[in-house]
């Protein structure tokens, strides 16, 4: 067995998995359940004398407010990374949705972003920028960049981002074939 301390580097695992938390989103998430909490009690506790339609509004708004934000928030809780032999899968939420899956294949080559902040792109969640291209971005700190064959990139935050990307980097390498004969 020989010591990767002196040169040898290891294979890379089957699977990498990897996450990152925003521990903020859970206090807007308690935030969208107050307004769904109240739009519930203005309509079970109904003591307005304005009339029915300001009651309604109130109502509609505070659940469509509160179901809005709850749901918006808890999707980008955390984002799982997953990286096989084939593919890299993002998975947002404790329900995995938004998700995103690109093979390998697709990939042209992988960098560590040590500074991927919610500010470069519009703030938390999936995002879009023309001049940037697609991120999934739950909090601020370590992330990976892919460059695609397509010329778009694909950003995620997630912890330990230079294991992800030297796994990745590994598995775009073409597989050393036997002695040519």
Known sequence: MRDHRHGEHAPPPDVWTGRATNRVQWLLALIGAACLALGIALAVDSAWES?????????VGCIAAG????????AFVHVALRVDEECLEVRCGHIGVPRRRIPLS?????EFAPHVTPRHWGGWGYRWRPEKGT???????????????DGHTFTVTVDDAEAAVQVIKDRLRPKASGPAH
């Open 51 to 59: 009339g029915i339609a300001p009651l309604v509004m109130a109502v």
């Open 67 to 74: 179901l809005l934000v709850l749901f918006g928030t808890l």
């Open 106 to 110: 697709h990939v042209a080559g992988a």
């Open 135 to 149: 991120a999934v971005v739950v909090r601020r700190g370590e992330g990976i960049v892919l460059r695609l064959w």
